[in-house]
Structure formats: structure tokens, C-alpha cells
């Protein structure tokens, strides 16, 4: 039987920016499920104000210089990597000079605003997190996604990935957090996302609304299992995952939840006949 591979997909991952729950979090899951023997790859965005010098990112050659059509119009795409020595792990960075050179996270540091194309670096970044992973080769088994801006990778592994082969098997999961963003995203989300041929159908959520609720239903919606990453969750959330009968892992603190997300794969894959 052969080792289980990971993939990790995270909006912020701890030392490359000021310690969060979810970086904390992304920093350590991917050590503890790569010590209990599975293999991973960890990926996040190369935010403008990560110290490339101090963290020694450096540019992967052989996996930029692909483009990527957001709202109709080419952008290049950047491969960093970064390793933590001490977890034996490494990190790869989604980097573009439009989307993410800016010095600061998701907002304007003067203004404290959100950015206004949050919703186009989020397309961006999760459809480079695919590309990247074709271009290594690598087929993940289990893909886990956390914080908002990642929200959008089930449903381009589900619909505009449909046919590559690489994902046939993959299963997502989704961690949803309470890092609400105020009012709601660029109104023109869904008609950006139709460039990538979805419909109101496949954007159901995200067409009523792109707040942040409706952002993780859309998540939700094409996702394989869930996991409550914070102790409290939106009573209308806990509504759409029991609804959708989906495997779900209610809140494990940080003294439970490596060797419960580990059980948790495992126990997805187990209808697939990969374990570790």
C-alpha cells in the first residue's frame, strides 16, 4: 500500500508573517502529518511584505514562467521555496508582481482597507497552487485548504480541473476559520470567475453574496469533508455541512488535532485504499 501524499494550501503560514491561529496551525500540521509518515507539500502567497533575505526564498526556474488568465488578461506566474530546516519541510510561494508586491497581507497598511482584487489574488493564487503542483507531478491524495482565500480550489479541482487525471482521486477538505474580511468582495467576483467557465449554477453562493459566509457554503459546496478550525462556527455553516452529509471533525485543540486530522484522512481514504 502506498504513502499517503498531503497537500497543504494556506493563506498564511507562521514564521513567513506575524503569528495567526492559521498560521500557527499550517506551520505545524504539515510537520506532525509528515512525522506520522505521509509525504506533503505545503503551499501559500508570497505576500510583499514576507523578508525573502531572512526566510532565503529563492526563485524555482524550472516551475515559473507560466501565465494565468485572470478577468481576461495574462499574468505571469512566480515559484518561490522556502525550507524550515528544523521541520525538515519545505514551503512554496505563489509570487506576481501585481497581485502580491504590495507590502501587506489583504490590506492597505495606510487605510486598513481591504484590497479591492482580494478576489482576483485569490484566483490567482489557488489556480498557481494547481499549476505547480502538474508541473511537479506530484498526485496529493488528500488536499487541505485553510482560510478564505483559499475557498476557491474545490471547485476549480471539481470543474475546471475535472478532466486532469493528476486530481481524479484526490480528496479536499476544508478547514473553515472565523477570519471574516468586512462586507463583502469585489462585486464583479462572478463575472471574473465566468472567464473560467463557471456558471451561476457552479457560483451559486458567491452570486447572492461574496461575503465571507457565503465564500466558505462555496467552499463547502465542492469539497469532500469539513473541519471546524475554530471553537465556535456560524450556526448557518453548521446548517450547510449537516445538510450536505458530508465526513465532518468538530473543533480539536492544539493538544488533539494532529492525531485527529491524521485519523481524519485516513479515514477518507480508506474507501480508496490509501493509507499510510
Known amino acids: 500500500m502506498k504513502k499517503a501524499k498531503v497537500l497543504f494550501v494556506s493563506q498564511d503560514i507562521t514564521p513567513y508573517l506575524d503569528e ?16 506520522r509518515g505521509k509525504e506533503i507539500r505545503t ?3 508570497k505576500y510583499g511584505n514576507i523578508n525573502e533575505r531572512r526566510h532565503q526564498l529563492h526563485e524555482v526556474i524550472r516551475l515559473s514562467g507560466m501565465n494565468l488568465v485572470i478577468n481576461d488578461v495574462d499574468h505571469p506566474l512566480i515559484i518561490k521555496v522556502a525550507s524550515i530546516p528544523s521541520a525538515r519541510m519545505q514551503v512554496y510561494f505563489i509570487d506576481n508582481e501585481e497581485y502580491f508586491s504590495r507590502k501587506s497581507t489583504l490590506t492597505d497598511k495606510t487605510s486598513g482597507k481591504y484590497f479591492d482584487d482580494n478576489d482576483e489574488r485569490s484566483m490567482f493564487f489557488v489556480r498557481g497552487v494547481v499549476e505547480t503542483v502538474k508541473k511537479l507531478g506530484w498526485q496529493p491524495d488528500i488536499i487541505h485548504c485553510h482560510g478564505w482565500f483559499t475557498s476557491l480550489l474545490p471547485m476549480y479541482i471539481k470543474k475546471y480541473y475535472a478532466d486532469e487525471p493528476l486530481f481524479a482521486e484526490s480528496k479536499i477538505t476544508v478547514s473553515l476559520y472565523n477570519d471574516e474580511y468586512p462586507k463583502s468582495l469585489n462585486k464583479k467576483f462572478a463575472e471574473k470567475l465566468s472567464f473560467d467557465g ?15 459566509l457565503n465564500i466558505q457554503k462555496q467552499a463547502i459546496e465542492y469539497a469532500d469533508a469539513i473541519i471546524q478550525g475554530d471553537e465556535t462556527m456560524h450556526p448557518e455553516l453548521e446548517k450547510h455541512i449537516k445538510k450536505s452529509g458530508k465526513p465532518f471533525l468538530g473543533y480539536k485543540n492544539e493538544i488533539e488535532y494532529l492525531d485527529a486530522f491524521n485519523e481524519f484522512y485516513d479515514s477518507i481514504l480508506q474507501e480508496v485504499d490509501v493509507l499510510s
Open 20 to 35: 495567526t491561529y492559521i498560521g500557527k496551525i499550517s506551520r505545524r500540521l504539515p510537520q506532525g502529518i509528515q512525522e
Open 198 to 212: 463557471f456558471n451561476k449554477k457552479d457560483l451559486k453562493h458567491i452570486v447572492e453574496e461574496s461575503n465571507h
Open 43 to 45: 503551499f501559500m502567497p
